[in-house]
T-cell receptor, first 113, second 112 residues
């Protein structure tokens, strides 16, 4: 089954404790992206990747890191999480470019205390 | 960067009526405009998109119009059904479409 998976789905952590949210797709997609969703703010893009070893900043990259060492995986790293990073995070992928249909993962709900 | 504004934030319609959601954008270079539907507790899903070389696009009960001069685009849903109830997001991007800017969402409720 073609899908985008994220882990964990729910996470409660404390300020400053490094964490990684994994994203994996099994569709051989080149484009992958991370978004955060906050009430009243909609979706905001954090980082995107057009292929292996090619990443670029989105609209709100501060406090986040990403890597794309393999085509299927695009982890989101929070080196020192802060309460303002409490949010719902979505990973998405598309075949080659973002203008093709983006398939979203199920989301990761993060609470930083 | 690009700024996308979306209105209204909430919209209630009677089943069978039409619903219209409007978005404006600031960057005249934007030329790709997707719309996403997000049902409660679910992930966003692309429902329709339009590129700036086209003024209107339809897919069954859904249509999107684009006015490049005024820098606004709209989603039209006709003959609304309860299953259309969801949050709808517009977005803008510059082709080939790697960086996206989203509107703040419209919560549509279709009253049976």
């Amino acid at each position: 089954e073609a899908q985008v998976t994220q882990n964990p789905r729910y996470l409660i952590t404390v300020t400053g404790k490094k964490l990684t949210v994994t994203c994996s797709q099994n569709m051989n997609h080149e484009y992958m992206s991370w978004y955060r969703q906050d009430p009243g703010l909609g979706l905001r893009q954090i980082y995107y990747s057009m292929n292996v070893e090619v990443t670029d900043k989105g609209d709100v990259p501060e406090g986040y890191k990403v890597s794309r060492k393999e085509k299927r995986n695009f982890p989101l790293i929070l080196e020192s999480p802060s309460p303002n990073q409490t949010s719902l995070y979505f990973c998405a992928s598309s075949r080659r470019q973002g203008s093709e249909t983006q398939y979203f993962g199920p989301g990761t709900r993060l609470l930083v205390l | 960067g690009e700024n996308v504004e979306q209105h209204p934030s909430t919209l209630s319609v009677q089943e069978g009526d039409s619903a219209v959601i409007k978005c404006t954008y600031s960057d005249s270079a934007s030329n790709y405009f997707p719309w996403y539907k997000q049902e409660l507790g679910k992930r966003p899903q692309l429902i329709i998109d339009i590129r700036s070389n086209v003024g209107e696009k339809k897919d069954q009960r859904i249509a999107v119009t684009l006015n490049k001069t005024a820098k606004h685009f709209s989603l039209h849903i006709t003959e609304t059904q309860p299953e259309d109830s969801a949050v709808y997001f517009c977005a803008a991007s510059i082709l080939p479409g790697n960086q996206f800017y989203f509107g703040t969402g419209t919560s549509l409720t279709v009253i049976p």
